[in-house]
């Protein structure tokens, strides 16, 4: 039996009322804990896309992506863990920066690349984007400092290369291929 390892899934839903209560539901009776969930609104009306990470081994990942196939809504399922993407994270990070530490904390931002996005007296709230590596770099030389809140939006991912799922969901959707071609 292989070991768990965090896993990645995109599943491609119709944005409807009770659709993520339902993605979440579908872990929970399977007792799987949700890593990192994010949802948004694609290009196509009426679809949103879940990235979804969390760690299972390959059978437990070929029944969950079965499982997320048999909800209502489900357009799309798909198991990127071992296929070529591109993944981001998104933190907000307000650490303490008086006079005397601010030049300190504002260095090893540049060393990270993130932005300031809030300055107070007293406060930097920071803005870094990366892998999920590096904002934990970050939080790592900043906790010296005084971290006083922190947030992230959870990993997105995207396959590399031209061909994705949208190509499929208009074939999936033939009521909106037809409205879509009719514009």
Not at 40 to 60: M, N
Not at 62 to 78: D, G, I, M
């Amino acid at each position: 039996m292989d070991r768990p390892i965090l896993r990645t899934f995109i599943a491609y839903v119709e944005d409807r009322p009770g659709v993520l209560n339902r993605v979440a539901s579908l872990f929970r009776r399977r007792a799987y804990n949700i890593e990192s969930l994010s949802v948004g609104r694609t290009h196509i009306a009426g679809v949103s896309r879940l990235t979804l990470v969390l760690e299972a081994d390959e059978d437990g990942a070929r029944r969950l992506e079965a499982n997320l196939y048999k909800l209502v809504n489900t357009l799309w399922v798909r198991d990127v863990t071992h296929t070529a993407s591109v993944a981001r994270d998104l933190a907000l990070i307000k650490v303490k920066a008086d006079a005397t530490t601010r030049a300190q904390v504002l260095q090893l931002c540049e060393v990270f690349r993130a932005r300031t996005v809030d300055v107070a007296p007293e406060a930097l709230t920071i803005e870094i984007t990366g892998t999920g590596d590096k904002i934990e770099g970050l939080l790592d030389v900043l906790r010296p400092f005084g971290i006083i809140e922190m947030v992230r939006t959870g990993m997105i991912v995207m396959t590399r290369g031209a061909e994705e799922a949208e190509a499929r969901l208009d074939t999936m959707l033939p009521a909106r291929s037809a409205e879509n071609s009719a514009l």
